[in-house]
T-cell receptor, first 114, second 115 residues
Framework: AQSVTQLDSHVSVSEGTPVLLRCNYS??????LFWYVQHPNKGLQLLLK??????LVKGINGFEAEFKKSETSFHLTKPSAHMSDAAEYFC????????????FGKGTRLSVIA | DTGVSQDPRHKITKRGQNVTFRCDPI?????LYWYRQTLGQGPEFLTY????????KSRLLSDRFSAERPKGSFSTLEIQRTEQGDSAMYLC?????????????FGPGTRLLVL
C-alpha cells in the first residue's frame, strides 16, 4: 500500500529565505509523486509531479522537488519565500502509472513572516 | 480555476437530513473522483468513476453514502441521514486517463456542516 509522511505539520520562514518542506513516501510500486497546494478557501492546485523521468522536478511559482529513491524522499524546496506562498502543502503518492486514487499526507502549513 | 466546479460551495443541515452535492468535471475528462477532507487532515479517497462506471469505493464510504455519474459527465454524491461526523469538505477531482500520466484536477469543494 502507498503512504506518505510529511515530517513537519508547520513550517515558518521569513520572506526571502529558502523553503524546505519534507516528505517521505512508501510505495509497493514505482511511485508517482505530487505536491499540491491549498490556499485558504480555494481548491487544491497542482504544484509539480514526478513520473519517473527526471529526478529533479520543477513546478510552478519557483518550487521544485527532488526524488531520492535511496532515501524514499520527495522534499519540496523554493530558494526564496514570498508572502503569497503561505498556504497548506500536501505531498501525495499514487500507484503505478498514477492510475489509482491519490493518497495524501496530512499536510504542512507554511507561514511566511514579513 | 481548474475547470472543475462543485455545487453548492457550502451546506448547513440538521442531523438526520439528506444532502446531495454535484460535481461538474472538465468536459473531456473520463475519470471523476470524490474525496473527503476533515479539519487538519489531508483529503481521503471515497470513490471514483471511469465514465459512468463506479470502479472503486473506499471503506470510508458507508451505506449512507451513494454516488452516481449517470451519463459519464457530472456526478452527484448523496449522504442520507446525515451525522455530525459527516461534517467535512467534500472534494471532487477529474482526470483524463489514456494519454500518458494521469493528473487529477480538483474543484473548490463543498463544505458541509451538520448541526
Amino acid at each position: 500500500a502507498q503512504s506518505v509522511t510529511q515530517l513537519d505539520s508547520h513550517v515558518s520562514v521569513s520572506e526571502g529565505t529558502p523553503v524546505l518542506l519534507r516528505c517521505n513516501y512508501s510505495s509497493s510500486y514505482s511511485p508517482s509523486l505530487f505536491w499540491y497546494v491549498q490556499h485558504p478557501n480555494k481548491g487544491l492546485q497542482l504544484l509539480l509531479k514526478y513520473t519517473s523521468a527526471a529526478t529533479l522536478v520543477k513546478g510552478i511559482n519557483g518550487f521544485e522537488a527532488e526524488f531520492k529513491k535511496s532515501e524514499t524522499s520527495f522534499h519540496l524546496t523554493k530558494p526564496s519565500a514570498h508572502m503569497s506562498d503561505a498556504a497548506e502543502y500536501f505531498c501525495v503518492v499514487s500507484g503505478r502509472s498514477g492510475n489509482t486514487p491519490l493518497v495524501f499526507g496530512k499536510g504542512t502549513r507554511l507561514s511566511v513572516i514579513a | 480555476d481548474t475547470g472543475v466546479s462543485q455545487d453548492p460551495r457550502h451546506k448547513i443541515t440538521k442531523r438526520g437530513q439528506n444532502v446531495t452535492f454535484r460535481c461538474d468535471p472538465i468536459s473531456e475528462h473520463n475519470r471523476l473522483y470524490w474525496y473527503r477532507q476533515t479539519l487538519g487532515q489531508g483529503p481521503e479517497f471515497l470513490t471514483y468513476f471511469q465514465n459512468e462506471a463506479q470502479l472503486e469505493k473506499s471503506r470510508l464510504l458507508s451505506d449512507r453514502f451513494s454516488a452516481e455519474r449517470p451519463k459519464g459527465s457530472f456526478s452527484t454524491l448523496e449522504i442520507q441521514r446525515t451525522e455530525q461526523g459527516d461534517s467535512a469538505m467534500y472534494l471532487c477531482a477529474s482526470s483524463l486517463v489514456g494519454r500518458g500520466q494521469e493528473t487529477q484536477y480538483f474543484g473548490p469543494g463543498t463544505r458541509l456542516l451538520v448541526l
